[in-house]
């Protein structure tokens, strides 16, 4: 007779296989039948309250950072106990998503990640081996491959909040995860990091923006992607201070694709309006529901393939904290239902 401690093992054994054997089959057919829609919303690893995602009718999600130090922890030791579990969840209610991977690793990176002070943020750099972080890639994709079809590599490499390396070592990680995603994958979708764009600062001076113009350009003409990467959260018709507006810095963005002759597809991974003031800019729940509908409807009108909202639920984050669809204590605002009958409208 077994004794207890073991028989734990072997129950927790047989349950991780299980949950291997759910993620790892084919669900080539299920996707071919399941609906598609233009608008999705990011989401965290540790999010809690997944159900609101099935209420709402959300058919695509972005996972905003999958840390590399997560997943591999040590040198070879894997664990997928979260990644699975949330793609299990997102499996059962045949919710398609976007994995934003971070080379985030006390052991991997060629820096310590730091953390950006107030917000959790932490900014990633460039392997110490490039091998290693290829390996981990691989582990990745192949684990999941046959649901999972949309890997992102990193998040606003222009911020120095998120990466602490050069803008050419993004370019070279950006390159090596192509390779190495498509090796593990050929009908994966690689997509470039979205820029910050600068709607943290004050004003936006011509200065810093040629500088993330010029980032994107080596983005362009690297090549290795499949899907184009944009962060928007520009207002219409009031650019003041802000510089742009939504349409016109997407023409920014557009007009350098056609100079370099690229035509791949754009999405909009990151955007989204408050519901409350922001410095001298005037918001509220209704501005803010006014602006998701007009944003997916221009995002359109300029051939955007897909638009990614932030986030579902307002927490402390500066002037993000309340761009959610729900209020910090759950409550939900206009947007919610202007979300909601986007999707019921679009869901094909």
Known sequence: MLSMPILIRVICVLQAFCVSLFILSNSCAQAAQRGDSFIGTVILLSEQNIDVYEELGIKWVRLGSLPWGLIEKSPGDF????????????????????????ALSSWGSSHQPKKAEGF????????????AYKRFLAAVVNRYKHYVKHWQIE???NASAFWSSTEDDYIELLSAAYETIKQ????????????????SRKRIDKKAFNKGKEFFEKI?????????????????????????TFSSY???YKSIMDMYGCHKPVWISEFGYSSKPIRNIFFDANKQALLLDKAVVTAREYGVEKIFWLKMQDSPEGIFSHMGLLEDDGGKKEAFYIFKDILNREIK
């Open 79 to 102: 664990n997928f106990d979260a990644l699975d579990q949330l793609i299990v969840r997102l499996k059962e209610m045949d919710v398609r998503i976007l994995i934003t991977l971070r």
């Open 155 to 157: 998040n606003e490499p």
């Open 120 to 131: 959790g943020y932490r900014s990633s750099s460039v392997p110490k081996d490039m091998e």
């Open 220 to 244: 362009v003409r690297s090549g290795k992607f499949d899907i184009l990467d944009i962060h928007n959260y520009y207002l219409f018709d009031e650019a003041g201070e802000m510089a742009f």
């Open 184 to 199: 593990a994958d050929p009908q994966s979708f690689v997509l470039s990091a979205g820029l910050a764009c600068g709607i």
């Open 250 to 252: 997407l023409e920014q």
